[in-house]
């Protein structure tokens, strides 16, 4: 069985900073494209960073662009979202996603996510 597990999220007051995890079970996710999405009440959700199966492959959607940085620790099977200088609008749920078959670009998976999906992680920017 496929599971994503996310961590990291939490309350953080408007300019600071939050590093979200994500690790995989039941599934090798090295040949996978993997991303961070987000839902905020009453909106679509969208793709906000996604990262290749080579790690130099990312793509950022232009609201995170200079703020937030996705990596991917192949040793530690790790994918992470380091988001700083958070913003109110910032705040959603965010769900880790990996694709679910091999080499898709970072920018296609980020609009086209077939793929399997965390639970999600609240994230909350507010004074």
């Known amino acids: 069985q496929v599971e994503l597990v996310e961590s990291g999220g939490g309350l953080v007051q408007p300019g600071g900073s939050l590093r979200l995890s994500c690790v995989p079970s039941g599934f090798n996710w090295d040949y996978a494209a993997v991303g961070w999405f987000r839902q905020a009440p009453g909106k679509e959700r969208e793709g906000v960073s996604c990262i290749g199966n080579s790690a130099g492959s990312t793509y950022y959607a232009d609201f995170v662009k200079g703020r937030f940085t996705i990596s991917r620790d192949f040793v530690k099977n790790t994918v992470y979202l380091e988001m700083n200088s958070l913003k109110p609008e910032d705040t959603a749920v965010y769900y880790c996603?990996?694709?679910?078959?091999?080499?898709?670009?970072?920018?296609?998976?980020?609009?086209?996510?077939?793929?399997?999906w965390g639970q999600g992680t609240q994230v909350t920017v507010s004074s």
């Open positions: 996603a990996a694709a679910d078959a091999p080499n898709y670009s970072a920018s296609y998976f980020c609009r086209v996510p077939n793929a399997y």
